[in-house]
C-alpha cells in the first residue's frame, strides 16, 4: 500500500514538474482597456517577458464608450488586433528580441499605450 502511494505521488511530481517545465517558455498576459479620467488606456502599462518566450495577449475592451473598438499593436513583433467591446481577443507571438517595445492602438494613435519590456535571459 505504500508503495502504490509512493509511485502515485511520484507520477503525480512528474506531471506537475514537466508542466512547469513546459510553461516556463509561455506566458499568458492579460491586457484590459479602460477609461482613465478621459483617457483610454490599456492596464497595466508595461509588460515583462524574456526573450525566446511564446507571449500570449488575452485582450479585453472594457470602454463603455463609443467607438466600440480599440487597437492593440506592437510593431516590432507583427502584432496588431481590433478588440471589440465585450468581445476577448487573443494574439500570440514569440518574442525574439529584447529591448523596449510600444504597445499602442493602431485605430486611435492618440489613446494611451503601454510598453512591453523583453529581458535577456
Known amino acids: 500500500m505504500k ?9 503525480i511530481l512528474a506531471l506537475v514538474m514537466t508542466g512547469w517545465a513546459l510553461a516556463q517558455n ?3 498576459l492579460h491586457a484590459v482597456n479602460i477609461n482613465y479620467e478621459g483617457n483610454n488606456v490599456w492596464t497595466p502599462g508595461t509588460y515583462v517577458v524574456y526573450k525566446g518566450e511564446k507571449v500570449r495577449f488575452k485582450l479585453f475592451n472594457r470602454v463603455k464608450a463609443d467607438p466600440n473598438v480599440h487597437g492593440f499593436a506592437i510593431d516590432e513583433f507583427k502584432v496588431k ?12 507571438f514569440v518574442a525574439e528580441k529584447a529591448g523596449v517595445f510600444r504597445i499602442w492602438c493602431h485605430l486611435h494613435p492618440a489613446h494611451l499605450g503601454g ?3 523583453v529581458l535577456e535571459k
Open 3 to 11: 508503495t502504490a502511494m509512493w509511485f502515485i505521488l511520484a507520477s
Open 26 to 28: 509561455e506566458r499568458e
Open 81 to 92: 488586433a481590433d478588440v471589440y467591446r465585450d468581445k476577448p481577443e487573443t494574439v500570440e
Open 115 to 117: 510598453q512591453l519590456l
